[in-house]
T-cell receptor, first 112, second 116 residues
Framework: DQQVKQNSPSLSVQEGRISILNCDYTNSMFDYFLWYKKYPAEGPTFLISISSIKDKNEDGRFTVFLNKSAKHLSLHIVPSQPGDSAVYFCAASTGTASKLTFGTGTRLQVTL | GAVVSQHPSRVICKSGTSVKIECRSLDFQATTMFWYRQFPKKSLMLMATSNEGSKATYEQGVEKDKFLINHASLTLSTLTVTSAHPEDSSFYIC????????????FGPGTRLTVL
Protein backbone atom coordinates (compact mmCIF):
# COMPACT_ATOMS: atom_id res chain seq x y z
CA ASP A 1 0.00 0.00 0.00
CA GLN A 2 1.75 3.12 -1.27
CA GLN A 3 0.65 5.85 1.11
CA VAL A 4 2.74 8.51 -0.59
CA LYS A 5 2.66 8.65 -4.36
CA GLN A 6 4.56 10.57 -6.96
CA ASN A 7 2.74 9.77 -10.16
CA SER A 8 5.25 11.35 -12.52
CA PRO A 9 8.39 9.26 -12.71
CA SER A 10 10.18 11.91 -14.72
CA LEU A 11 9.99 15.57 -15.68
CA SER A 12 11.99 17.66 -18.12
CA VAL A 13 12.15 21.45 -17.78
CA GLN A 14 14.14 24.12 -19.54
CA GLU A 15 16.67 26.12 -17.57
CA GLY A 16 15.12 29.26 -16.14
CA ARG A 17 11.60 27.90 -16.19
CA ILE A 18 9.54 26.65 -13.26
CA SER A 19 9.69 23.00 -12.21
CA ILE A 20 6.61 21.65 -10.46
CA LEU A 21 6.84 18.29 -8.77
CA ASN A 22 3.71 16.73 -7.36
CA CYS A 23 2.99 14.34 -4.52
CA ASP A 24 -0.24 12.78 -3.25
CA TYR A 25 -0.86 10.97 0.00
CA THR A 26 -3.64 8.83 1.38
CA ASN A 27 -3.02 8.78 5.12
CA SER A 28 -4.93 11.65 6.75
CA MET A 29 -2.77 11.26 9.87
CA PHE A 30 0.29 12.66 8.08
CA ASP A 31 0.97 16.12 9.43
CA TYR A 32 4.53 16.87 8.36
CA PHE A 33 5.86 16.74 4.84
CA LEU A 34 9.35 16.98 3.41
CA TRP A 35 11.08 17.11 0.07
CA TYR A 36 14.46 15.54 -0.51
CA LYS A 37 16.79 15.69 -3.50
CA LYS A 38 18.91 12.68 -4.38
CA TYR A 39 21.79 12.12 -6.76
CA PRO A 40 22.71 8.58 -7.84
CA ALA A 41 24.73 6.63 -5.27
CA GLU A 42 24.31 9.38 -2.67
CA GLY A 43 22.06 9.86 0.31
CA PRO A 44 19.04 12.18 0.04
CA THR A 45 19.59 15.85 0.82
CA PHE A 46 16.89 17.68 2.74
CA LEU A 47 15.38 20.57 0.78
CA ILE A 48 12.30 21.94 2.45
CA SER A 49 9.47 20.90 4.73
CA ILE A 50 5.99 21.99 5.69
CA SER A 51 3.76 21.39 8.65
CA SER A 52 0.08 20.68 8.16
CA ILE A 53 -0.82 23.93 9.89
CA LYS A 54 0.57 25.81 6.91
CA ASP A 55 -0.30 25.75 3.25
CA LYS A 56 2.90 27.26 1.92
CA ASN A 57 6.56 27.39 2.85
CA GLU A 58 9.23 29.16 0.87
CA ASP A 59 13.01 28.92 0.96
CA GLY A 60 14.88 30.69 -1.79
CA ARG A 61 14.06 29.10 -5.12
CA PHE A 62 12.04 26.33 -3.47
CA THR A 63 8.41 26.62 -2.43
CA VAL A 64 6.25 23.82 -1.11
CA PHE A 65 2.46 24.04 -1.26
CA LEU A 66 0.15 21.84 0.78
CA ASN A 67 -3.51 21.23 0.01
CA LYS A 68 -4.82 19.18 2.90
CA SER A 69 -8.31 18.73 1.56
CA ALA A 70 -6.92 17.23 -1.62
CA LYS A 71 -4.11 15.41 0.22
CA HIS A 72 -1.70 16.90 -2.25
CA LEU A 73 1.57 18.75 -2.04
CA SER A 74 3.83 20.20 -4.64
CA LEU A 75 7.36 21.52 -4.88
CA HIS A 76 8.03 24.52 -7.08
CA ILE A 77 11.56 25.34 -8.18
CA VAL A 78 12.01 28.66 -9.87
CA PRO A 79 14.12 29.42 -11.76
CA SER A 80 15.23 25.88 -12.54
CA GLN A 81 18.96 25.32 -12.94
CA PRO A 82 20.93 22.44 -14.49
CA GLY A 83 22.26 21.56 -11.04
CA ASP A 84 18.70 20.84 -9.96
CA SER A 85 18.71 17.72 -12.13
CA ALA A 86 18.23 14.85 -9.68
CA VAL A 87 15.58 12.56 -8.26
CA TYR A 88 13.17 14.28 -5.90
CA PHE A 89 11.39 12.38 -3.15
CA CYS A 90 8.51 13.62 -1.08
CA ALA A 91 8.10 12.15 2.37
CA ALA A 92 5.51 12.35 5.11
CA SER A 93 5.28 11.60 8.78
CA THR A 94 2.70 11.61 11.52
CA GLY A 95 4.82 13.94 13.60
CA THR A 96 5.39 12.21 16.84
CA ALA A 97 6.28 8.89 15.25
CA SER A 98 9.18 10.41 13.33
CA LYS A 99 9.06 7.62 10.79
CA LEU A 100 9.13 8.92 7.25
CA THR A 101 7.14 7.37 4.45
CA PHE A 102 8.69 8.13 1.08
CA GLY A 103 7.16 8.50 -2.34
CA THR A 104 8.62 6.70 -5.34
CA GLY A 105 10.51 9.71 -6.63
CA THR A 106 10.43 11.95 -9.69
CA ARG A 107 13.49 12.36 -11.86
CA LEU A 108 13.90 16.00 -12.83
CA GLN A 109 16.05 16.94 -15.77
CA VAL A 110 16.77 20.60 -16.36
CA THR A 111 17.90 21.20 -19.91
CA LEU A 112 19.88 24.10 -21.30
CA GLY B 1 25.29 21.55 10.61
CA ALA B 2 23.35 18.28 10.59
CA VAL B 3 26.01 16.19 8.88
CA VAL B 4 25.72 12.41 8.84
CA SER B 5 28.50 10.15 7.62
CA GLN B 6 28.56 6.49 6.66
CA HIS B 7 31.42 4.06 6.37
CA PRO B 8 32.28 2.31 4.18
CA SER B 9 30.85 3.93 1.08
CA ARG B 10 31.25 0.74 -0.88
CA VAL B 11 31.89 -2.87 0.12
CA ILE B 12 32.17 -6.10 -1.79
CA CYS B 13 32.05 -9.35 0.16
CA LYS B 14 31.72 -13.06 -0.36
CA SER B 15 28.47 -14.87 0.27
CA GLY B 16 28.20 -16.07 3.86
CA THR B 17 30.33 -13.34 5.41
CA SER B 18 29.12 -10.51 7.63
CA VAL B 19 29.45 -6.83 6.86
CA LYS B 20 29.26 -3.92 9.30
CA ILE B 21 28.17 -0.45 8.21
CA GLU B 22 28.68 2.55 10.48
CA CYS B 23 26.52 5.65 10.64
CA ARG B 24 27.70 8.71 12.54
CA SER B 25 26.12 12.05 13.28
CA LEU B 26 29.09 14.43 13.13
CA ASP B 27 27.81 17.65 14.63
CA PHE B 28 24.85 16.68 16.73
CA GLN B 29 23.71 13.94 19.07
CA ALA B 30 21.06 11.67 17.65
CA THR B 31 18.95 9.62 20.00
CA THR B 32 17.22 8.12 17.00
CA MET B 33 18.74 6.92 13.76
CA PHE B 34 17.09 5.13 10.89
CA TRP B 35 18.28 2.53 8.42
CA TYR B 36 16.90 2.40 4.88
CA ARG B 37 17.48 0.24 1.87
CA GLN B 38 17.04 1.33 -1.70
CA PHE B 39 16.69 -0.99 -4.66
CA PRO B 40 17.50 0.33 -8.14
CA LYS B 41 14.95 2.88 -9.33
CA LYS B 42 12.83 2.31 -6.24
CA SER B 43 11.91 4.36 -3.22
CA LEU B 44 13.68 4.23 0.10
CA MET B 45 12.42 1.41 2.27
CA LEU B 46 12.68 1.87 6.03
CA MET B 47 14.26 -1.19 7.58
CA ALA B 48 14.49 -0.24 11.24
CA THR B 49 14.57 2.56 13.77
CA SER B 50 17.64 2.59 15.96
CA ASN B 51 17.24 4.00 19.45
CA GLU B 52 20.25 4.86 21.57
CA GLY B 53 20.54 2.51 24.51
CA SER B 54 17.66 0.26 23.57
CA LYS B 55 16.67 -2.33 21.02
CA ALA B 56 15.97 -1.35 17.47
CA THR B 57 12.46 -1.39 16.11
CA TYR B 58 12.23 -3.36 12.89
CA GLU B 59 9.73 -2.88 10.11
CA GLN B 60 7.50 -5.73 9.09
CA GLY B 61 9.30 -8.24 6.92
CA VAL B 62 12.81 -7.25 8.01
CA GLU B 63 14.71 -10.06 9.72
CA LYS B 64 16.18 -8.71 12.93
CA ASP B 65 18.60 -11.63 13.25
CA LYS B 66 19.98 -10.94 9.80
CA PHE B 67 20.22 -7.16 10.07
CA LEU B 68 21.72 -6.48 13.48
CA ILE B 69 21.52 -2.89 14.66
CA ASN B 70 23.46 -1.41 17.53
CA HIS B 71 23.13 2.19 18.71
CA ALA B 72 25.73 2.29 21.45
CA SER B 73 26.26 6.03 21.59
CA LEU B 74 24.45 9.23 20.71
CA THR B 75 26.53 9.65 17.58
CA LEU B 76 26.97 6.11 16.27
CA SER B 77 24.68 3.40 14.98
CA THR B 78 25.88 0.27 13.21
CA LEU B 79 24.10 -2.12 10.87
CA THR B 80 25.59 -5.58 10.50
CA VAL B 81 24.39 -7.72 7.62
CA THR B 82 25.02 -11.26 8.84
CA SER B 83 25.65 -14.21 6.55
CA ALA B 84 25.20 -12.00 3.52
CA HIS B 85 23.78 -13.42 0.31
CA PRO B 86 23.62 -11.93 -3.18
CA GLU B 87 20.01 -10.86 -2.63
CA ASP B 88 21.25 -8.59 0.17
CA SER B 89 23.15 -6.54 -2.40
CA SER B 90 21.66 -3.09 -2.24
CA PHE B 91 22.23 0.55 -1.33
CA TYR B 92 21.93 1.04 2.43
CA ILE B 93 21.35 4.54 3.77
CA CYS B 94 21.15 5.77 7.34
CA UNK B 95 19.60 8.93 8.67
CA UNK B 96 19.50 10.77 11.95
CA UNK B 97 16.95 13.07 13.44
CA UNK B 98 18.31 16.26 14.91
CA UNK B 99 17.05 16.75 18.49
CA UNK B 100 14.67 19.62 18.99
CA UNK B 101 13.68 19.71 15.35
CA UNK B 102 10.50 18.36 13.93
CA UNK B 103 10.72 15.17 11.93
CA UNK B 104 13.43 16.28 9.56
CA UNK B 105 15.91 13.48 9.02
CA UNK B 106 19.39 14.07 7.69
CA PHE B 107 20.83 11.30 5.59
CA GLY B 108 24.25 9.79 5.23
CA PRO B 109 25.81 9.31 1.79
CA GLY B 110 24.88 5.63 1.65
CA THR B 111 26.77 2.34 1.39
CA ARG B 112 26.73 0.21 -1.72
CA LEU B 113 26.90 -3.46 -0.69
CA THR B 114 27.67 -6.10 -3.29
CA VAL B 115 27.61 -9.73 -2.23
CA LEU B 116 29.31 -12.12 -4.62
Amino acid sequence: DQQVKQNSPSLSVQEGRISILNCDYTNSMFDYFLWYKKYPAEGPTFLISISSIKDKNEDGRFTVFLNKSAKHLSLHIVPSQPGDSAVYFCAASTGTASKLTFGTGTRLQVTL
Amino acid sequence: GAVVSQHPSRVICKSGTSVKIECRSLDFQATTMFWYRQFPKKSLMLMATSNEGSKATYEQGVEKDKFLINHASLTLSTLTVTSAHPEDSSFYICSARQPGSTDTQYFGPGTRLTVL
